[in-house]
T-cell receptor, first 117, second 109 residues
C-alpha cells in the first residue's frame, strides 16, 4: 500500500520550455503532498507543501510564479516549472502522506530528472 | 534554528553491523523517521520512532532517546545492496519534516 506515482521520470527540453510533473497517490487519498528538489550529492530541499483545494505553501526562496503547484484532487498534485532554464535542471521528487496522523511517513514518488539544455 | 546532524559518510564490511547516528535540535518533536535513498532514486521509508526505545524491523533497527535528542539506525548482516544514503528526519511541533543531509554508507566486500 501507499504507492506514489510520479511522471515523467526523465525530461530533456530546451531553455524556455514549461514542464509539468504529475504526482499521484495510487491507493490512498493524500490531503497533503510535498515537492522536493535535490541537486547531485546534496540533501532533499523542500520546495512547497501542496494542500488539496487550497494554495500551496512555498518555502523561503522558492518562486511561486516559476514553480506552479496545483492540487486539484485528493490523488493528484502537479508541479509546473515555467520557462525553465539550465539552472532549473535537478531531480524533482514528490511525496504524499496517508492520513493526517503525525506518525504517517511520507511516501515518495520515483522522482523526475529534469535537464534543461 | 532547527538542526539535524548525521555523519557525512561511513564505510562498513559486508556481513558486519553498522550504526548510523543522528542528533537533532528542533522546535518540538513529533517523531523521527529514517529513510534509505539509493543513488539516483527517491527515498524509501525505513522506520519511525516517537517513543524512547528500540524499534526492530528485520535487519534494521532504530533507536530513539528524546531527552538526548538522539537516534541511531542499526543495520545488521550488511549486504552490498545496503550501500545507499540514509536520511534522518524529524517532525517538529508544526508537524513540519526537518531533513538531515544524509549519511552515505559504503559497503565493502
Amino acid at each position: 500500500g501507499a504507492v506514489v506515482s510520479q511522471h515523467p521520470s526523465w525530461v530533456i527540453c530546451k531553455s524556455g520550455t514549461s514542464v509539468k510533473i504529475e504526482c499521484r497517490s495510487l491507493d490512498f487519498q493524500a490531503t497533503t503532498m510535498f515537492w522536493y528538489r535535490q541537486f547531485p550529492k546534496q540533501s532533499l530541499m523542500l520546495m512547497a507543501t501542496s494542500n488539496e483545494g487550497s494554495k500551496a505553501t512555498y518555502e523561503q526562496g522558492v518562486e511561486k510564479d516559476k514553480f506552479l503547484i496545483n492540487h486539484a484532487s485528493l490523488t493528484l498534485s502537479t508541479l509546473t516549472v515555467t520557462s525553465a532554464h539550465p539552472e532549473d535542471s535537478s531531480f524533482y521528487i514528490c511525496s504524499a502522506t496517508q492520513g493526517g496522523g503525525g506518525n504517517q511517513p511520507q511516501h515518495f514518488g520515483d522522482g523526475t530528472r529534469l535537464s534543461i539544455l | 534554528g532547527q538542526n539535524i546532524d548525521q555523519p557525512t559518510e561511513m564505510t562498513a564490511t559486508e556481513g558486519a553491523i553498522v550504526q548510523i547516528n543522528c542528533t537533532y535540535q528542533t522546535s518540538g518533536f513529533n517523531g523521527l523517521f529514517w529513510y534509505q535513498q539509493h543513488a539516483g532514486e527517491a527515498p524509501t521509508f525505513l522506520s519511525y520512532n516517537v517513543l524512547d526505545g528500540l524499534e526492530e524491523k528485520g535487519r534494521f533497527s532504530s533507536f530513539l532517546s528524546r531527552s538526548k535528542g538522539y537516534s541511531y539506525l542499526l543495520l545488521k548482516e550488511l549486504q552490498m545492496k545496503d550501500s545507499a544514503s540514509y536520511l534522518c528526519a524529524v517532525k517538529d511541533s508544526n508537524y513540519q519534516l526537518i531533513w538531515g543531509a544524509g549519511t552515505k554508507l559504503i559497503i565493502k566486500p
